[in-house]
């Protein structure tokens, strides 16, 4: 058969296109789905009984469940060391800096009416973060959730980070309440139908607070989870046919304690009669467990409908799942991580979870499925933390790792090949909730807490025998603590933010 020659020209470009789809279909979706505040015995892939995650678990019966993953004690700094790859020793952002000397940042109404006052102190403008490299490497790329790290307006607002997309809280204060005045979408407010109300409000005294029909003035009308699926989904639906990164960083199950009617009373139901938690610090409930178990359901549900959508649209076997939390369970709100045993093996209460560098503090579910190339099933011990992600995604993409990453690559421990590159140790410092540094070397974990009261003795504990951090045996090993004043000289860096100083680090490095 011969081909016209005026044809060719036409033939070679759509085979030149024909490539190209082919060649950028080969590059890998990623979902990064991040929960707010849950803990690491809160899935069922983690031994949790009461609070039912099948779509969650079917990840981890897909794929791969990590038992020794790491992230920080509480919502900003965890966020940062994710984006960018550093430990909290070298982090620009070390602890939630509120940034309060624009005005009144946690009057809700005021924040309403100026935008200004919304958001936490922002991330420069020179920062790599996942998204900038992701995006650089083609990929489209969507934040659908709670940013945290830079306010409305700024250098650290999502879409000067590389997010082509963001549809979300950009204030971790806002999302204090799920029924709030607005979202964000790129730069624009979306107005939501509710009413402005302070969340740290108490239940009346002269109303019945056994009565359920007392709290329906804490429901309002538009559920701000209700429209993050919404837009993930929409997000997945516009880019199907090239490559995309979307960060799903939910809200859930962070307090305050507002779920779907429908799931509450399932979980009522199953729990029975319970203590209603009155309020002061979010918003009263009268069924506290019942209500938390519904808000980590309506979440496994929304992972549900994002593996549907994936299944729908054709590109669910290209597409790497993974799920992590920020932090560990949090000790108020009316939260009952006790009652949970939130914390699995580790302790739950207050000193030992959110805020703390303790394991019932840090240490998180972690999960990765990726259909064909991870092993269904499979559980890796390997330690490894959130700022790994970072040269991970470059080692998949073939990318040169940007400079002054802490992290390393767990691509090899994900697809279960032959794990070259290990921490020889993992480095946290944490200048709030008195002031901590923590350090983990094998199965040695040091930790120094009240350092802002110039604590600056260390406590060692031995994981592989003490799991929960009871026994203290600092005395019977100088060695380790040696070593560990020397990673602690070597790893902490004076903070930029005056306000995340611990003199106590900052005396021992003179």
Not at 350 to 359: A, I, N, P, R, V
Not at 463 to 478: M, S
């Amino acid at each position: 058969m011969r081909i016209s020659l005026k044809l060719l020209p036409v033939l070679l470009l759509l085979a030149t296109t024909a490539f190209s789809q082919n060649a950028t279909k080969k590059k890998p979706n990623v979902i990064y789905i991040l929960a707010d505040d849950m803990g690491y015995g809160e899935l069922g892939a983690y031994g949790q009984t009461k609070i039912e995650t099948p779509n969650i678990d079917a990840i981890a019966k897909n794929g791969k469940k990590f038992t020794q993953h790491y992230a920080y004690p509480v919502c900003a700094p965890s966020r940062y060391i994710l984006m960018t790859g550093q430990n909290s020793g070298k982090a620009f952002i070390r602890g939630n800096h509120e940034w309060g000397e624009r005005g009144p940042v946690w009057d809700f109404k005021a924040m309403e009416e100026n935008p200004y006052l919304e958001g936490q102190y922002p991330i420069p403008d020179s920062t790599i973060t996942i998204a900038k490299v992701l995006k650089g490497a083609g990929y489209v790329t969507g934040l659908v959730g709670k940013w945290g790290l830079g306010s409305p307006m700024s250098a650290g607002q999502p879409n000067n980070q590389g997010f082509d997309y963001f549809y979300g809280f950009n204030c971790q204060r806002q999302d204090h309440t799920y029924y709030n005045g607005h979202l964000w979408e790129n730069e624009n407010r979306v107005p939501m139908d509710n009413k402005i109300v302070d969340p740290a409000v108490k239940f009346p005294k002269d109303l019945d607070p056994l009565d359920e029909k007392n709290y329906e003035i804490y429901q309002q009308k538009d559920y701000a989870p209700d429209y993050l699926i919404k837009a993930a989904l929409k997000f997945i639906d516009k880019n199907k046919n090239q490559p995309f990164f979307l960060y799903y960083p939910t809200p859930l199950p962070h307090v305050s304690l507002q779920a779907p009617k429908n799931l509450v009373d399932y979980y009522h139901k199953k729990f029975g009669d319970e203590k209603p938690f009155l309020g002061g610090s979010y918003f009263p409930c009268r069924y506290p467990r019942a209500t938390y178990a519904a808000m980590i359901t309506l979440l496994d549900q929304q992972v549900g409908q994002l593996i549907d959508k994936l299944k729908k649209e054709g590109v669910y076997e290209n597409t790497i799942i993974m799920f992590c939390s920020d932090n560990r369970p949090t000790f108020n709100g009316g939260v009952d991580p006790t009652f949970f045993n939130s914390a699995g093996p580790f302790k739950d209460e207050y000193g030992w979870g959110k805020g703390f560098l303790h394991e019932g503090g840090i240490r998180e579910p972690f999960l990765v499925q990726w259909p064909g190339k991870i092993k269904a099933g499979s559980t890796s011990d390997f330690i490894s933390s959130t700022m790994d992600m970072m040269p991970t995604f470059c080692d998949l993409l073939g990318l040169k790792t940007p400079k002054n990453i802490d992290g390393i690559s767990i691509l090899p421990a994900i697809l279960g090949k032959p794990q070259t590159k290990e921490h020889s140790y993992l480095y946290f410092e944490y200048p709030e909730y008195g002031g901590q540094q923590a350090i983990r070397i094998g199965d040695w974990k040091g930790v120094r807490l009240n350092m802002l009261k110039g604590n600056a003795k260390w406590s060692l504990y031995n994981l592989k025998e003490d799991i929960q951090e009871q026994d203290d045996v600092a005395n019977a090993h100088p060695d380790i603590i040696k070593k560990m004043q020397e990673i602690s000289k070597r790893e902490h860096q004076t903070p930029a933010l005056s306000r995340f100083i611990i003199p106590v680090l900052e005396n021992e490095m003179k």
